[in-house]
């Protein structure tokens, strides 16, 4: 019988410490060939300098590892290289931490996952459709993601200092979704950044604190903890850095928003916490729930779980997954049936996490021969848009969204349509090859008449991947 499901927490935490210790305290059984080796360096050959920022890998089997490596500077002003215990921050790798710490409290009882989130933060607007937690721990909330949706208003995550009371803020505004709750996947940080205020409101301590209590510390994850405030100062923590035309740049975090990601940690820890997922230390519930993939309401089951992506590569299947903050990049991979974690952390913004644990974990894993691929039909491409002057005419104006707080000004210049933000942001629109749609970098931007012929336009649709229909209404200036 599962030991989480028997024992309360306060029986639970000691036998977890222990088992912790003991994943960590025997001697190297096997270790990587060096053929391995070799491999894994050469992927990282081009990071290997004194001159640019880098990473840390480990690699394990059956709990024990079997490589560990750094590449790379981790800090780049006071010539300090990264090291296999380097503090990196982990991104979106982040995420199963928040799912976890959750399960914890409905395990115990204290929450359910099928309950409405407005049980526990009113502030939400109703929808008319409940939003479950279950609904935020597998991306199927509907909710706008809270960054894009400060990114259009012209102050982003790398542009002011957020807190939990600014998403929620943010989050409490929306006057729409995405879509109906449980109708599609479309990935968005509010939801998990939620799960960090429930964690909080429902325990009645910080989630830091909380987590610190209840996971790393029972786990032996000594070296982990949450990013609650970037201006902690945190020993042997790797700076991020982005490159640019001198070199590189510094590029860290600024929020102190966390749960969605903002995890410290180091490749050792993430390589501990997969083996006690691939074992189930934390008991059968517990696995269950963090492995429950996502349901959308035609019955549809989704790739995405508590915090994890499931997949395959080279025929083997993978529970995994990215982070991307700042400079900071993360993997986290784990092949059950082969017995692997693969962990990657990473202090430049030009690491592509998913590439280079892919190739990591192809160095371990068993080759398989590719299929050809079949030659794809191409399609024809409908012709663009060509808005006529009377169209032109129609879009200039002023728009407001209460929902982002931004008012754009429309303008028409040589024959192209621009979006102005003030004091600076100069957005040029190219027409699609839907009536009057537009694609710039702010996203994809439709204008609208009530009448559907009548000018002027009414408002402007503004959709991104995160936000799907953002609506700026006309206004006078």
């Known amino acids: 019988m599962a030991i989480a499901s028997v024992l309360p927490r306060r029986h639970l935490i000691p036998i977890l410490a222990l088992l912790a210790l003991a994943l960590g305290s025997g001697e190297l059984s096997a270790q990587a060939s060096a053929d ?60 199963q931490f928040t799912v976890a710490a959750v399960v914890r409290l409905a395990l115990d009882g204290q929450l359910s996952l099928d309950d409405d989130v407005r049980r526990h933060v009113p502030e939400l607007p109703d929808y008319g459709t409940p939003i479950t937690i279950r609904h935020l721990i597998t991306h199927t909330s509907g909710l706008r993601d809270w960054g894009a949706v400060a990114d259009i208003s012209g102050w982003g995550r790398s542009d002011r200092t957020h807190d939990h009371d600014h998403v929620l803020e943010i989050a409490a505004r929306q006057s729409a979704l995405n879509y109906t709750p449980g109708e599609a996947y479309s990935y968005t940080n509010t939801g998990f950044n939620l799960l960090a205020i429930i964690v909080e409101r429902v325990s009645g301590t910080s989630f830091a604190d909380f987590s610190r209590e209840q996971l790393f510390q029972p786990l032996g994850l000594h070296h982990t903890s949450w990013r609650d405030d970037y201006r902690t100062v945190v020993p042997g923590r790797a700076s991020a850095y982005s490159p640019d035309d001198a070199g590189f740049r510094i590029n860290r975090p600024i929020e102190h928003v966390h749960g969605n990601g903002g995890l410290l940690t180091t490749v050792g820890d993430l390589l501990r916490w997969n083996e006690h997922l691939r074992t189930g230390t934390l008991g059968e519930e517990f696995m269950v729930e963090m492995h429950t993939r996502g349901v959308l309401n035609d019955g549809e089951e989704i790739h995405y779980a508590g915090g994890l992506q499931f997949g395959s590569q080279n025929g083997v299947e993978r529970i995994s997954h990215t982070g991307a903050t700042s400079g900071y990049r993360a993997y986290l991979g784990l092949f059950p049936s082969e017995e692997l974690s693969v962990a990657l952390l990473c202090n ?26 079949e030659e794809e039909a191409e399609e024809e491409e409908a012709p663009a848009f060509a808005p006529s002057s009377a169209d032109l005419e129609a879009y200039v104006g002023m728009y407001h969204s209460p929902d982002a707080e931004a008012t754009f000004e429309v303008s028409v210049e040589e024959g192209k349509v621009i979006l102005l933000r003030r004091p600076s942001t100069r957005v040029t629109l190219t027409p699609t090859s839907e009536d009057h749609t537009f694609e710039g970098s702010l996203g994809t931007v439709r204008f609208i008449r009530e009448d559907g012929g009548a000018t002027p336009v009414d408002e402007f649709s503004l959709a991104q991947a995160r936000v799907h229909d953002l609506r700026f209404h006309r206004v006078t200036p």
Do not use: W
């Not at 840390?56 to 750094?70: C, D, F, S």
């Not at 790379?72 to 982990?90: K, P, Q, S, Y």
């Not at 030009?350 to 050809?372: D, K, R, T, Y």
């Open 36 to 95: 391995h080796v070799s491999a894994v360096d050469e992927i990282f050959r081009e990071l290997d300098s004194v001159r640019s920022p880098g990473c840390a890998v480990g690699v394990a089997r059956a709990g024990t590892p079997i490589l560990e490596r750094a590449y790379g500077m981790a800090d780049l002003e006071h010539r300090i290289a990264n090291e296999v215990g380097t503090i990196f921050e982990a991104g979106s790798v982040s995420k």
């Open 348 to 373: 430049t913004s030009h690491a592509n996490p998913g590439s280079l644990g892919g190739q990591i974990s192809a160095v371990f894993l068993p080759e398989v021969e590719e299929e050809p691929s």
